[in-house]
């Protein structure tokens, strides 16, 4: 059973105040991530204290960055079921996490951060690991 669309709609806003596209069915992760010819992040979203803590606000913090991906988008795990199952169809080799983040670079995971990455860590220091990547992979 999903969790109340009010209770997550906060945690949602946490990102798309900062730009981040939602992705709420597995129709709107293809046309997300269909574009092989670009850079994307894509948040796992949850209602959990690290990506409360950390996952949403180092996110929010790296994509101040200089450089950053093309397009940012984020399913949220426990409400958007089929779009989460979809989106992670896209990195089916990496267990399922939430919260995680996946910077891809023309269609192919060239950078992902599981929850256990996330979860003893502070946002700044997440959002270095990320803006790393961003300006080795954007």
Same mark, same amino acid.
């Given at each position: 059973?999903?969790?109340?669309?009010?209770?997550?709609?906060?945690?949602? &806003? &946490?990102?798309?105040?900062? =730009?981040?596209?939602? /992705?709420?069915?597995?129709?709107?992760?293809?046309?997300?991530?269909?574009? $092989?010819?670009?850079?994307?992040?894509? !948040?796992? +979203?949850?209602?959990? =204290?690290? *990506?409360?803590?950390?996952?949403?606000?180092?996110?929010?913090?790296?994509?101040?960055?200089? $450089?950053?991906?093309? $397009?940012? =988008?984020?399913?949220? *795990?426990?409400?958007? /079921?089929? *779009?989460?199952? #979809?989106?992670?169809? @896209?990195?089916?080799? @990496?267990?399922?996490?939430?919260?995680? !983040?996946?910077?891809? $670079? +023309?269609?192919?995971?060239?950078?992902?951060?599981?929850?256990?990455? !996330?979860? +003893?860590?502070?946002?700044?220091?997440?959002?270095?690991? /990320?803006?790393?990547?961003?300006?080795? #992979?954007?």
């Amino acid at each position: 059973m999903p969790y109340d669309p009010l209770m997550v709609q906060p945690m949602r &806003e &946490e990102l798309t105040q900062v =730009g981040v596209q939602e /992705l709420l069915t597995s129709s709107d992760v293809d046309g997300f991530l269909g574009d $092989k010819e670009s850079s994307a992040l894509v !948040i796992i +979203n949850s209602v959990c =204290g690290c *990506a409360a803590g950390q996952a949403r606000p180092g996110v929010a913090l790296a994509l101040k960055h200089a $450089k950053t991906p093309d $397009k940012s =988008g984020t399913v949220f *795990a426990g409400q958007d /079921l089929e *779009a989460t199952s #979809h989106a992670r169809s @896209y990195f089916a080799d @990496y267990p399922p996490s939430s919260p995680s !983040i996946v910077l891809f $670079k +023309n269609g192919e995971v060239v950078h992902f951060v599981p929850r256990h990455m !996330i979860e +003893n860590r502070d946002a700044a220091s997440l959002a270095k690991e /990320l803006t790393d990547a961003f300006d080795t #992979h954007c």
